[in-house]
């Protein structure tokens, strides 16, 4: 079985933060292993399938995905891949299938959270025991007009079977049917699941891609904790984050090959090596490449990374705050149904009834799921652009985006320099003579 891993980043352990001033040491034993799991370039883990994955993480660092440990909880999503991996907009398809799987991840935590549930169940019964309840009424003649039309009819439709016949083709005569209902009972239950909430820090731990039955699934691990929540306020207030640790630099946090890129989907969140928290975001693309066109394709390209880079700074922007709401109405039960059918040849009028037993499943299933986030992009930088051909020539392109407080307030500073800037010049203009401190003699020269 063909996989391809996607390795995020992040372990529960290292989620640690702390109110106050005072920067919080967090022991180098979590740092190694969350900067180990953020880089994605020195991970390899392929399970058999999803659920495989999803358990032998499970294991791994003893959760119980929905259930809250030591305040953080962990929660799973999955969907499918819509082309295979040999159409060339496969890239895009991935892309798609991770959003998916994050708002199927989304959907079980809003449900968890703030879901509301309404049920009915109603069960009927009918039946026709009478003496002639397998005799059909008589059909009314109709005007003399009608009755006149209905021979013509019956005419033409035994003109044409005969001609029919005549040519070789097997023809049934023209037919009418009706049918009566002797016997019905339906059981039906109606389920309506409704939750609008938000939610704050949520953070992608691991993704993977693996087929199945030849097809390509996407699942995903993601945690929230009051603590990823604290950062995620932190980050919505624009202030500082109490949380310290030993880290590196960020670049050390990408894979070290552009293929290595293929397997990032997401957020991240790591260490940079002054010990701030970062949130890395990988925004993935693609485009059909062109080979008749190469202007074409150049345009395609760039704007494939621009829809790249919108991706990965929306990503830090959920998860900052994102508002959700979910309804989702089901339908299940059963029905059987006793019921005489009554065929009616339109050119003799001859009559032929069967009876017919219906048994039938009710199954039906009506979801939608919304979310909507909004918030300021500033402090958000590129670290990278990138682009690779694979195998079967799909053409991938992303950006590599990243959050951190120094990266604010740098754009904080550039922008009161423009402001004081602009208050000088508004100033009226007066005569300045300046010179420079001597610091050489005649000599130096």
Request: hydrophobic share 35%; proline share 2%; charged share 25%.
């Given at each position: 079985m063909k996989k391809l891993l996607f390795i995020a980043s992040l372990v529960a352990a290292s989620l640690l933060y702390a109110q106050g001033s005072k920067p919080i040491e967090i022991s180098q034993q979590d740092i190694n292993t969350q900067n180990e799991m953020s880089d994605a370039s020195t991970k390899d883990i392929t399970p058999k399938s999803l659920d495989d994955f999803f358990e032998e993480f499970a294991d791994n660092y003893d959760i119980e995905y929905g259930i809250t440990k030591d305040g953080k909880t962990f929660y799973t999503g999955k969907s499918t891949v819509a082309v295979s991996d040999n159409d060339p907009q496969f890239a895009q398809a991935l892309q798609n299938a991770y959003?998916?799987?994050?708002?199927?991840?989304?959907?079980?935590?809003?449900?968890?959270?703030?879901?509301?549930?309404?049920?009915?169940?109603?069960?009927?019964?009918?039946?026709?025991?009478?003496?002639?309840?397998?005799?059909?009424?008589?059909?009314?003649?109709?005007?003399?007009?009608?009755?006149?039309?209905?021979?013509?009819?019956?005419?033409?439709?035994?003109?044409?079977?005969?001609?029919?016949?005549?040519?070789?083709?097997?023809?049934?005569?023209?037919?009418?049917?009706?049918?009566?209902?002797?016997?019905?009972?339906?059981?039906?239950?109606?389920?309506?699941?409704?939750?609008?909430?938000?939610?704050?820090?949520?953070?992608?731990?691991?993704?993977?891609?693996?087929?199945?039955?030849?097809?390509?699934?996407?699942?995903?691990?993601?945690?929230?904790?009051?603590?990823?929540?604290?950062?995620?306020?932190?980050?919505?207030?624009?202030?500082?984050?109490?949380?310290?640790?030993?880290?590196?630099?960020?670049?050390?946090?990408?894979?070290?090959?552009?293929?290595?890129?293929?397997?990032?989907?997401?957020?991240?969140?790591?260490?940079?090596?002054?010990?701030?928290?970062?949130?890395?975001?990988?925004?993935?693309?693609?485009?059909?490449?062109?080979?008749?066109?190469?202007?074409?394709?150049?345009?395609?390209?760039?704007?494939?990374?621009?829809?790249?880079?919108?991706?990965?700074?929306?990503?830090?922007?959920?998860?900052?705050?994102t508002n959700l709401s979910l309804k989702d109405e089901k339908t299940t039960g059963d029905s059987y149904e006793e019921i005489i059918k009554q065929s009616i040849n339109i050119n003799d009028g001859s009559t032929q009834e069967q009876m017919q037993n219906i048994t039938n499943i009710i199954d039906k299933v009506n979801s939608k799921v919304k979310t909507s986030s909004s918030g300021k992009i500033r402090g958000i930088r590129t670290l990278k652009k990138w682009n690779y051909t694979s195998e079967n020539g799909v053409e991938h392109v992303g950006v590599v985006r990243f959050y951190s407080y120094d990266n604010l307030a740098n754009f904080n500073e550039t922008l009161n320099q423009k402001s004081n800037t602009n208050k000088d010049n508004n100033k009226k203009s007066s005569n300045i003579q300046r010179s420079s401190n001597v610091i050489n003699s005649m000599d130096d020269f």
């Open positions: 959003q998916k799987a994050m708002l199927n991840l989304q959907t079980e935590f809003i449900r968890d959270a703030y879901g509301r549930i309404a049920t009915s169940k109603v069960q009927s019964y009918e039946a026709d025991n009478s003496t002639n309840a397998r005799e059909f009424e008589e059909l009314p003649k109709g005007s003399t007009f009608e009755q006149v039309l209905n021979k013509l009819t019956q005419l033409t439709g035994a003109k044409l079977d005969n001609a029919l016949k005549d040519l070789g083709i097997d023809v049934s005569a023209l037919s009418e049917e009706r049918k009566k209902t002797l016997l019905k009972e339906e059981f039906v239950s109606k389920t309506m699941t409704s939750a609008i909430g938000s939610m704050s820090g949520l953070v992608p731990v691991q993704t993977i891609i693996t087929q199945r039955r030849g097809e390509y699934d996407v699942g995903v691990i993601a945690i929230v904790s009051n603590k990823t929540r604290q950062l995620a306020k932190d980050m919505a207030l624009s202030r500082q984050s109490a949380i310290k640790g030993k880290g590196k630099f960020v670049s050390e946090y990408l894979p070290k090959e552009d293929k290595g890129f293929l397997n990032e989907y997401g957020i991240r969140l790591v260490y940079d090596e002054k010990g701030a928290p970062v949130i890395l975001s990988y925004g993935n693309w693609g485009y059909v490449n062109d080979a008749s066109n190469t202007k074409k394709t150049n345009i395609l390209e760039d704007r494939a990374k621009d829809t790249a880079m919108t991706m990965a700074d929306a990503a830090i922007i959920e998860f900052i705050n």
